[in-house]
């Protein structure tokens, strides 16, 4: 046990339930809403404020359900919801200004921009009357884990000076160590495995593929490291391979939270793993087929996500650009809320022959599910001809011949031996604004 944690949680119930007591009673009220008879009744009834607020406010919604009829508008039933077109990206990017709420003034929002690895950025506001706090407080809650407890962060990018101190005297007498996903270099991960020796994290959090770059120096370099009670990993995939060498580096679960720039918090894995919570009080996710029809529950199709609590910016069935499964089975945590699949892979990661078949994202990230101790990261290219080169970076130590061979001949079958498939064992893969896409298109 962490020492001083009595302190801690006198400063955080001052700062929380005293000096911020809005903040703990959102908390409150959140978790009785998501243990409510009603829940389903509660997400559709916001949902229809939503779409009245959109077609009100913002210029960009009233204009796109113009064509709708008023009968459908009033979101009598869910038929007439699923007729509402959806979002997709490319709207979004082009109608940032009209998708705005008019009737909120800025200063109660603020704006994000994706990264613009998996295509040209896309840049969102959200709605500052919403604090992300409570729903951080729930999933640390579901694994074990007090929000006034030290935590150990891996983001994208450097905090600056200013931010540090700020977050050191916000968070006081907890501890925060930081590591930037642009700083990982050998002197930089030394110095973050001797801050989380020191300040005993219960928590390691990042990007999933930092974190796992993390793990992989960890493991190569056989260090001791303080082992959390939870590694949560959000911003991408997790694949099999991510998950195992992660939990082998840390000694802890590793939980898998999906969320984006867009819609911050969609869904997350409880202790039992078994799948992931849809946030149903906060978000509804739906799974669709290439015609935007709903798909039954456990089929794969393409995830439309509607965030319930952006006033500011609504985003109403926007085609996020993940493949994703609903589930019908229930999870033995007892909690309520709906599960969907651990997102596989992206729309846009896609490989295709000359006739059309497609390799999606969702096969492709589970390609090396069988080996996951060998392969350490892979990466496809596919040249104007259709030719497919995989790019691999093998464990330390480990022969993947044979595994690259049967690898290879897997994807020869399910592409009908229509292109020519190199395999290349290489030092790194390449990555865009940080982030290493599953598929590169030869340009």
């Known amino acids: 046990m962490q020492k001083g944690l009595g302190l801690r949680k006198f400063i955080f119930d001052f700062k929380t339930k005293i000096l911020q007591p809005k903040l703990y009673r959102t908390y409150i009220a959140n ?39 008023m009968d459908s508008l009033k979101m009598q039933s869910e038929k007439d919801f699923e007729k509402l077109p959806i979002l997709t990206r490319e709207e979004l990017r082009h109608n940032f200004d009209g998708i705005i709420a008019k009737n909120i003034s800025n200063k109660k929002y603020y704006k994000l921009s994706t990264s613009g690895s998996s295509g040209p950025a896309i840049t969102v506001l959200h ?20 929000p006034y407890e030290n935590k150990a962060f891996i983001y994208r990018y450097p905090k600056t000076i200013v931010s540090k101190i700020l977050n050191t005297l916000l968070w ?3 501890k925060r160590v930081f590591l930037a996903g642009t700083e990982m270099d050998e002197g930089h991960m030394h110095d973050f495995v001797q801050a989380i020796n020191k300040t005993k994290p219960t928590l390691l959090q990042g990007y999933t593929d930092v974190v796992y770059e993390f793990a992989l120096f960890i493991v190569d370099n056989k260090l001791q490291i303080h082992a959390p009670k939870a590694v949560w990993v959000t911003s991408s995939p997790l694949t099999k391979q991510q998950r195992v060498t992660m939990q082998q580096a840390f000694g802890a679960p590793v939980y898998d ?13 409880c202790s039992q793993q078994k799948g992931m919570h849809i946030l149903q009080d906060m978000v509804y996710v739906e799974c669709v087929d290439e015609n935007n029809r709903p798909v039954p529950p456990n089929t794969l199709g393409k995830l439309l996500l509607t965030d319930l609590n952006n006033y500011a910016f609504p985003l109403i069935r926007y085609e996020i650009g993940d493949f994703g499964r609903l589930l ?5 945590c007892g909690m309520p809320l709906p599960l969907m699949d651990n997102v596989k892979g992206r729309q846009d990661a ?6 059309g078949i497609q390799l999606n994202g969702v096969f492709l990230s589970s390609i090396f599910d069988d080996f996951p101790d060998s392969i ?14 995989l790019n691999y970076i093998p464990m330390n130590g480990k022969k993947v011949d044979t ?16 292109i020519k498939i190199l395999s290349r064992r290489v030092d790194q893969v390449s990555k865009i604004n940080g982030k290493a896409p599953m598929v590169l298109k030869s340009k």
Do not use: M
Not at 127 to 146: E, F, M, N, Y
Not at 328 to 332: A, E, L, T
Not at 409 to 416: D, M, P
């Open 31 to 69: 978790e009785r809403r998501i243990h409510s008879e009603n829940l389903y009744e509660i997400n559709f009834n916001k949902r229809k404020e939503l779409v009245e607020q959109a077609i009100k406010h913002s210029a960009y919604y009233k204009e796109k359900y113009a064509a709708l009829a």
């Open 127 to 146: 709605d500052k009357r919403v604090p992300s706090a409570p729903t951080q407080w729930r999933l640390l809650q579901w694994w074990g884990i007090k």
């Open 172 to 174: 006081w007498p907890t």
């Open 257 to 269: 939270q999906y969320g984006s720039t867009e819609v911050l918090y969609v869904a997350a894995e």
């Open 328 to 332: 019908s089975s229930k999870c033995s």
């Open 350 to 355: 896609v490989i295709i022959t000359p006739s």
């Open 376 to 389: 350490r990261a892979y990466q496809f290219l596919q040249e104007k001809d259709y030719s497919l080169t």
């Open 403 to 418: 595994i690259i061979a049967e690898v290879i001949n897997r994807l020869k079958e399910v592409s009908g031996k229509e």
